[in-house]
């Protein structure tokens, strides 16, 4: 079946340093979800990501969707204490049979040091 | 604002007991899902349904676990009997979902449930 995974598991970083999670699957998507969750809270969309070699920009968050759609990354600069949560990666398998069926990666822990 | 409910918010219970968590997705929306999160396993599908209609339970223990959608208001997720390997958080998401693409999912806050 298919596989998200995610890297890093953890990343400790000071603020004003950068971050980035990668994101990689088994099989081929249909499109790429980012969320966001706090600690003690619920995932919260981020964006999604459709079209192969996309990249979008969220103020100091970027997204990258791989040109084969099977990998993204999401990319912080210059971190802040507001960023710290787990980021996790979702993709909706290509295909006729998914129906939409969305497999999440196992999340990257962003700490980030005052 | 529109949001997903569901109850109970936390639940403390004996190994053997039947647990039945529910969920009021976001009206409108065409599919749900059942989320569960453990720090070993990450987040973990374990049934959706589009449409009221069952699509996916394959990632759930089927001898214990049944999900059911018996209105477009209402998801249950029932775990009869329960262990302790069942203590996690339980979220349940709804959102809109083509043939082959998923929109935006709306998270409920969850239900943490604990296996004594």
């Known amino acids: 079946g298919q596989q998200v995974m995610q890297i890093p598991q953890y990343q400790h970083v000071q603020e004003g340093e950068d971050f980035t999670t990668y994101c990689n699957s088994s099989?081929?998507?249909?499109?790429i979800q980012w969320y966001k969750q706090r600690p003690g809270g619920h995932p919260v969309f981020l964006i999604q990501?459709?079209?192969?070699?996309e990249v979008k920009k969220q103020k100091r968050l970027t997204f990258q969707f791989g040109e084969a759609k099977k990998n993204s990354s999401l990319h912080i600069t210059a971190t802040q204490t507001t960023d710290v949560g787990t980021y996790f990666c979702?993709?909706?398998?290509?295909?006729?049979?998914?129906?939409?069926?969305?497999?999440f990666g196992q999340g990257t822990i962003l700490t980030v040091h005052p | 604002d529109a949001r997903v409910t569901q109850t109970p918010r936390d639940k403390v219970t004996e190994m053997g007991q039947e647990v039945t968590m529910r969920c009021q997705p976001i009206?409108?929306?065409?599919?749900v899902f059942w989320y569960r999160q453990t720090m070993m396993q990450g987040l973990e599908l374990l049934a959706y349904?589009?449409?009221?209609?069952?699509?996916?339970d394959s990632g759930m223990p089927k001898d214990r676990f049944s999900a059911e959608m018996p209105d477009a208001t209402l998801a249950t997720l029932k775990i009869q009997p329960s262990e302790p390997r069942d203590s996690a958080v339980y979220f349940c998401?709804?959102?809109?979902?083509?043939?082959?693409?998923?929109?935006?999912?709306?998270f409920g806050e969850g239900s943490r449930l604990t296996v004594l």
């Open positions: 349904f589009r449409n009221r209609a069952p699509l996916d």
């Open positions: 979702a993709g909706t398998n290509a295909g006729g049979t998914s129906y939409g069926k969305l497999t």
């Open positions: 998401a709804s959102g809109h979902t083509g043939e082959f693409n998923t929109g935006e999912l709306f």
């Open positions: 990501l459709v079209k192969s070699g």
């Open positions: 099989t081929t998507l249909s499109n």
């Open positions: 009206l409108g929306h065409n599919t």
